[in-house]
């Protein structure tokens, strides 16, 4: 199972709602492919709408995606602008590291993807 973690936090709701739309269309562009892919915001975007919970609240979510992190084969980082600022990746790049789980970039254009280092 493949991890894609995107960026999502932002102040502006248009741009959380286009890196949710963004990370949905290119897993479900992975998952035509035969991918299995679990996406965290996918994920999380409507249950915290559904839930009343707060989509921002990266900590409290943070406890969710390690577990399916930790259940993962590999953790893709999607590129979406701003991924390279994000606590969230940051934390979920530390995590994979610390637990061995290899970490690939992945070009939201050419879905191409760069292994790490």
Known sequence: MIYLASPYSHEDSD???????????????????????????????????????????????????KEFLLRSEVLWILQLEGWDESYGICQEIEFATEHNIPVGYLDPETLELTPKG
């Not at 999380?44 to 839930?51: L, M, R, S």
């Open 15 to 65: 741009v959380r709602e286009g890196r949710f739309a963004a990370v949905c269309a290119v897993a479900a562009d992975l998952m035509a492919q035969g991918i299995v892919v679990f996406s965290p915001i996918a994920h999380k975007h409507p249950i915290a709408e559904f839930g009343n919970l707060d989509a921002l609240d990266a900590d409290f979510w943070l406890k969710f995606d």
